[in-house]
C-alpha cells in the first residue's frame, strides 16, 4: 500500500533557525513527489514538485531533496511569514493520471 | 498560472439538508477534477475524479449518492453533499492540472 509519513508532526523555531522536515514514502511507483505549503483554512499551495532521486529544487529559504525513500524540505532562516503547515504527496501510477497520496503534513512556527 | 476558484469558504448547514460546493478553473479549461477531504489533523484524502461530460470515478468508500459530482463543463465542477449529517462535517477541496493547483477549500459544518 502507498503511504507517505511526515515528521516532525510540529516545528517550532527561532527566526533564523535553520532546519529540516522529513517526508518518507513507500509507493508501487514514484511519478513525482509534491511539496506545498497550507495556511489555516486554505487550500494547498503547490511549491515543488521532485521526479528522480537525487534531484534537488530551490525556491527562496525552501530546498526540496529527493532520495529513493524519503525527501526533505529544508528550510534555511526561516521568518515568521513562514509558519505554516508543509504538505507532502506522492503521485503515482494509479488510475489515468496516477493519485496523490498525502502526508499529514508537518506544522511549522517560526516565533520572531 | 493556473488558478481554481472554490465557493463556497465556508458553510454552515442543518441536518438532513443539501450543500452545493463549486470549482471554476478560471484561465485554463479542466477536463479532470479531483475532490479531497481533509479532517483536522489528517491528510488529503481523495473522494472522487470528475470528468467532464461523463460519470465521476469515486474512491472505495464513498458513497456516490450522497456526495454528487456534476462536471458539465470545461470550466466548472461541482460537488453536492446530499441529505448532510454532523459526521460530514469538514474542509472539502477541489483539485486541477493534477497537483499542481488547488482550490481555497469549503469548510463545511453541519449542525
Known amino acids: 500500500e502507498d503511504q507517505v509519513t511526515q515528521s516532525p508532526e510540529a516545528l517550532r523555531l527561532q527566526e533564523g533557525e535553520s532546519s529540516s522536515l522529513n517526508c518518507s514514502y513507500t509507493v508501487s511507483g514514484l511519478r513525482g513527489l509534491f511539496w506545498y505549503r497550507q495556511d489555516p483554512g486554505k487550500g494547498p499551495e503547490f511549491l515543488f514538485t521532485?521526479?528522480?532521486a537525487g534531484e534537488e529544487k530551490e525556491k527562496e529559504r525552501l530546498k526540496a531533496t529527493l532520495t529513493k525513500k524519503e525527501s526533505f524540505l529544508h528550510i534555511t532562516a526561516p521568518k515568521p511569514e513562514d509558519s505554516a503547515t508543509y504538505l507532502c504527496?506522492?503521485?503515482?501510477?494509479?488510475?489515468?493520471?496516477?493519485?496523490?497520496?498525502f502526508g499529514k503534513g508537518t506544522k511549522l512556527s517560526v516565533k520572531p | 498560472g493556473a488558478v481554481v476558484s472554490q465557493h463556497p469558504s465556508r458553510v454552515i448547514c442543518k441536518s438532513g439538508t443539501s450543500v452545493k460546493i463549486e470549482c471554476r478553473s478560471l484561465d485554463f479549461q479542466a477536463t479532470t477534477m479531483f475532490w479531497y477531504r481533509q479532517f483536522p489533523k489528517q491528510s488529503l484524502m481523495l473522494m472522487a475524479t470528475s470528468n467532464e461530460g461523463s460519470k465521476a470515478t469515486y474512491e472505495q468508500g464513498v458513497e456516490k449518492d450522497k456526495f454528487l459530482i456534476n462536471h458539465a463543463s470545461l470550466t466548472l465542477s461541482t460537488l453536492t453533499v446530499t441529505s448532510a449529517h454532523p459526521e460530514d462535517s469538514s474542509f472539502y477541496i477541489c483539485?486541477?492540472?493534477?497537483?499542481?493547483?488547488f482550490g481555497s477549500g469549503t469548510r463545511l459544518t453541519v449542525v
Open positions: 521532485l521526479y528522480s
Open positions: 504527496a506522492v503521485l503515482n501510477y494509479g488510475g489515468s493520471q496516477g493519485n496523490l497520496i
Open positions: 483539485s486541477a492540472a493534477n497537483g499542481y493547483t
